[in-house]
């Protein structure tokens, strides 16, 4: 597909979109079972946003503060 550059994907990459990915799942998943919109929300964040970033430094911090937000905005 024109426009997608794999020459970036990186092995920290791919760990970093796993584990920040795994943890927006589960906080989806817990939003949606108590019907709790910021977790929810803060989850499907957390699991859609690492196929946007290509940098590793940027994934892990936009991944760490939205993990951060999810302890301070519970409800």
Same mark, same amino acid.
């Given at each position: 597909?024109?426009?997608?550059?794999?020459?970036?994907?990186?092995?920290?990459? *791919?760990?970093?979109?796993?584990? +920040?990915?795994?943890?927006? %799942?589960?906080?989806?998943?817990? $939003?949606?079972?108590? @019907?709790?919109?910021?977790?929810?929300?803060?989850?499907?964040? *957390?699991?859609?946003?690492?196929? +946007?970033?290509?940098?590793? %430094?940027?994934?892990?911090?936009? $991944?760490?503060?939205? @993990?951060?937000?999810?302890?301070?905005?519970?409800?």
């Amino acid at each position: 597909m024109p426009g997608l550059n794999f020459a970036n994907m990186t092995a920290a990459n *791919l760990i970093g979109g796993l584990i +920040f990915g795994s943890i927006g %799942f589960v906080a989806f998943v817990y $939003g949606k079972r108590l @019907s709790l919109w910021r977790p929810m929300f803060l989850g499907l964040a *957390l699991m859609v946003f690492p196929y +946007f970033i290509e940098a590793t %430094f940027p994934l892990y911090a936009i $991944g760490s503060a939205g @993990s951060v937000l999810l302890f301070f905005l519970r409800d």
